[in-house]
């Protein structure tokens, strides 16, 4: 199947193809009919190129579609058995796998697995051999993947296959090392955005057309979403929030400037300031561990929030002010439908999101922000992992611009 027109898409009947494939991707499943009226063809030639989508395994006939009276049509979709989709997202020392069939029924979905990528060829070659002997436990052939997604932080370029977080040469693209490595089309992208897709794809507010999705975690990322497209700008690295310089805080950012929002608002910031406090002596259920000279985690500080504990409290309450004011100024320059935060610290729910829309309601402007939904992603965590097989999926097909 991999071998067939999706490695040669130029043609008129291939375009077709891509298009009816797009639809079931984005729409579910159609009759012939339907199919003729999006894409503005005649019956026998969209008949034909179903025909030929079935034989060649990436469509199946589902049955006549129920109707209230006349004649009832057959309806086409995806084939689930047409081949899997694995999808990988990375952060500083967990991975989190998820796996999907061609229909884009998730078959399982793994969370916070404990890896520490480094910007070695052996560090991804131990990746890709962790991901097969995943597939075995699976019981899954590593012939039946159709593309693997990996999901990487910082600048990721999806069109070279470079990640300039993870750089091992220049020789060739990141994206091509591991195909070979892992023997299936590989599409590296940057993990807010794949996220935002994931969101956008099978989230509450699937189908919201202008979404932006926050990604709070170590750092902090941005997706976008802008008529029901991923928006990439020019160069590729769109969604570069946590870099804006909006702090005059004094703190130097791991970019090397001084002011970026992320040193106020992202994981690193809540580790930042909770750590501070501890040492100016602030009482907290983390004192003692701190006083011990053990390692404090942001992890064990998420754990302390959970104990409601004043001092994690009113950390969070600071990052999620920050950060409400810098989403103020995101709505009123996007005017988004939907604004969804996730990532690592969104598990503080409620201590964050107060914070956040108090301040969204003070800095950006009603008429704008009215129409503008504030919530928390559906997929939590899993968002990364499933985002990287959604878009890998589409990226195989050639439904993504």
């Excluded at 955005?193 to 956008?200: L, P």
Aim: hydrophobic share 40%; net charge negative; with cysteine.
């Amino acid at each position: 199947m991999k071998d067939l027109f999706l490695s040669n898409i130029e043609g008129k009947s291939s375009n077709f193809k891509q298009k009816i494939l797009g639809l079931c991707v984005n729409a579910g499943d159609y009759s012939i009919a339907e199919l003729s009226k999006e894409l503005n063809a005649s019956i026998p030639t969209i008949t034909r190129l179903v025909g030929e989508l079935i034989e060649d395994g990436f469509l199946e006939d589902l049955g006549k579609m129920g109707t209230s009276g006349g004649r009832r049509p057959s309806i086409y979709g995806l084939n689930p058995s047409a081949g899997y989709i694995v999808g990988t997202d990375v952060r500083r020392n967990h991975i989190s796998v998820a796996i999907i069939n061609f229909k884009g029924n998730i078959i399982d979905c793994r969370e916070d697995i404990p890896f520490s990528l480094r910007s070695t060829e052996e560090s991804f070659r131990e990746l890709c051999g962790f991901l097969t002997d995943y597939l075995g436990k699976m019981g899954i052939d590593s012939g039946q993947v159709l593309a693997y997604g990996i999901n990487l932080s910082g600048r990721v370029n999806r069109n070279t296959g470079y990640s300039f977080s993870y750089f091992i040469g220049e020789d060739k693209p990141l994206s091509t090392t591991l195909e070979e490595m892992l023997g299936a089309p590989v599409f590296i992208e940057n993990d807010s955005r794949a996220m935002a897709y994931g969101e956008y794809i099978c989230g509450e507010y699937s189908k919201e057309k202008d979404m932006l999705f926050i990604n709070v975690s170590w750092g902090l990322g941005m997706g976008v979403i802008i008529d029901g497209k991923l928006f990439y700008g020019k160069s590729g690295f769109s969604g570069e929030v946590g870099h804006f310089p909006m702090l005059d805080n004094g703190q130097i950012c791991h970019c090397g400037k001084v002011g970026c929002l992320e040193t106020g608002a992202s994981g690193s910031a809540l580790y930042r300031i909770v750590i501070e406090k501890l040492k100016e002596g602030k009482a907290s259920v983390l004192s003692e561990k701190f006083n011990n000279g053990e390692e404090i985690t942001l992890d064990d500080i998420l754990d302390a929030l959970k104990e409601e504990d004043v001092l994690a409290i009113e950390a969070v309450e600071e990052i999620g002010s920050t950060l409400g004011r810098a989403i103020a100024g995101l709505i009123n320059i996007f005017n988004p439908g939907s604004v969804t935060i996730g990532g690592w610290l969104s598990v503080a729910e409620e201590y964050l999101l107060l914070p956040v829309r108090t301040a969204i309601n003070k800095h950006s402007l009603n008429i704008v922000n009215k129409d503008s939904v504030i919530r928390f992603s559906k997929l939590g965590k899993k968002a990364g992992p499933i985002g990287a097989c959604m878009l890998s999926r589409s990226r195989l097909l050639g439904v993504l611009d």
